[in-house]
């Protein structure tokens, strides 16, 4: 046995053994290498492997840490189903490795603490988004990035402020992101909605919106859409994109679950952009946690000033402290480990859904995506007021989609199902349970 594959299972042994916890720090590599009695190139082989099994990860001018390998703890057990909780499962991210990052930040980022900001977020950080990005299908210049307080924060600026093409109205898809419904509800901001359905948006609509209305940017889900859990095709966004272009409209692609896409051919349409006209947006939300209130937004060269400007009247800067913190965790590894196992799971639940709505649900109409959140249809003689307060008492949550409409657009009755905080052993029960209410006359208007 070579000495490098010596030392790795001396240290991995140790590592499994207790004898350096998670979050533990390793000796440094000198002090390796006189334990060993080996060259530090050989201490650097063996740590080399141990990271790259995400057994370890290294933070610059820190050392090497011990990775947190229980990421899902077992949650204590709870009567609820709760489909209309949309935010990541708590117990699922590993606390220590990114207090560990937190720690690291405040010590090395001292003085940046003591400043107001900079143009487009902390420079460090920006490096590895924009390598992150290039793993979503999206390369840009560094110069395009700006971090900011949320997806949120981004929509709200752009929203705000005019486009170079001098459009007045915002054209959304119905239904929508609810925050972002409800902000341009609360602002009385000029927008009109098209209807997306589990087939997508009728392209001919689309055009003539384009054609006859002051459209200033479309804002679209692509994949995975928020609600309905549907993606559009790789023609249809080759369409949307070329229709853009001939009526001169910016298009918003919120890619907030980017992370989950497990199809290599399903790129955002940010990848096919030639002419900046696509803004791209990606949130942190969901593979981490919302309270890091960090996203991204990739901009066109003919905003980048503009955007800037806003940004700066309303939000100086995203908080320094979690994009440091962001920044040691993307560097490190962990932010690719922590994905690969946290998409593990929520795929598995995806399927359960899936499965579990074929074969009970089979006859309504719904999402053929495996996603950790879909819908089905309901028909229009559904009473859903009494069918959610019938399944809220047998402990099945549900939410209403009235959210995620403008509030002069008609509402289908659709049904949201999130599994984000289901366990996987109860999906199946869940939708058994919301197939039952369906049969009850009690949850139908006559």
């Excluded at 289908?412 to 869940?430: A, D, P, Y």
Aim: hydrophobic content about 35%; aromatic content about 12%.
């Amino acid at each position: 046995m070579l000495k490098y594959e010596t030392i790795y299972q001396s240290l991995f042994q140790k590592i499994q053994s207790g004898n350096f916890p998670a979050g533990a720090k390793l000796p440094s590599i000198r002090d390796l290498s006189q334990q060993y009695i080996c060259s530090k190139s050989t201490i650097l082989t063996a740590l080399k492997r141990l990271e790259e099994q995400h057994i370890i990860y290294s933070i610059p001018k820190s050392g090497y840490y011990v990775v947190e390998h229980q990421v899902f703890e077992v949650p204590t057990f709870t009567k609820c189903i709760d489909f209309a909780t949309s935010s990541p499962t708590w117990h699922a991210f590993p606390y220590k490795d990114f207090q560990h990052c937190i720690n690291k930040a405040i010590d090395t980022y001292q003085e940046e603490l003591f400043r107001y900001g900079t143009r487009n977020g902390l420079p460090s950080l920006i490096t590895e988004a924009q390598k992150l990005l290039e793993s979503y299908q999206v390369f840009t210049k560094s110069e395009q990035i700006f971090i900011t307080s949320g997806v949120q924060q981004a929509l709200t600026l752009l929203s705000m402020m005019p486009f170079p093409n001098n459009g007045s109205t915002i054209l959304v898809e119905q239904p929508s992101y609810h925050l972002y419904m409800d902000m341009l509800k609360t602002y009385g901001m000029r927008a009109i909605g098209i209807q997306r359905t589990a087939q997508g948006i009728d392209l001919k609509q689309l055009e003539k919106i384009f054609s006859e209305e002051e459209i200033k940017f479309f804002y679209t889900i692509p994949r995975f859409h928020n609600p309905l859990g549907t993606s559009y095709s790789k023609k249809d966004r080759e369409a949307i994109l070329q229709l853009a272009y001939k009526y001169n409209v910016f298009i918003i692609e919120d890619d907030y679950l980017a992370d989950f896409e497990y199809s290599t051919k399903n790129d955002p349409i940010f990848a096919e952009d030639i002419k900046a006209q696509v803004i791209y947006l990606k949130s942190f939300s969901k593979i981490m946690f919302p309270g890091l209130r960090i996203g991204l937004a990739v901009l066109p060269p003919t905003i980048l000033n503009t955007f800037q400007k806003f940004r700066m009247t309303t939000d100086i800067d995203s908080s320094m402290i979690s994009q440091a913190a962001l920044y040691l965790y993307i560097k490190s590894g962990m932010f690719e480990h922590n994905k690969l196992k946290v998409s593990s799971i929520y795929h598995k639940r995806a399927k359960v859904l899936h499965q579990s709505l074929q074969n009970h649900l089979a006859n309504y109409e719904s999402s053929s995506e495996i996603v950790m959140h879909g819908h089905i249809l309901l028909p229009k003689q559904v009473n859903m007021k009494s069918f959610i307060h019938n399944l809220h008492e047998q402990h099945v949550y549900l939410d209403s989609v009235e959210s995620n409409y403008l509030a002069n657009f008609y509402k289908e009755r659709i049904l949201k199902l999130n599994v984000s905080n289901v366990e996987t052993h109860r999906v199946e029960e869940g939708v058994k349970k919301i197939a039952s209410a369906l049969k009850r006359r009690e949850n139908y208007f006559f």
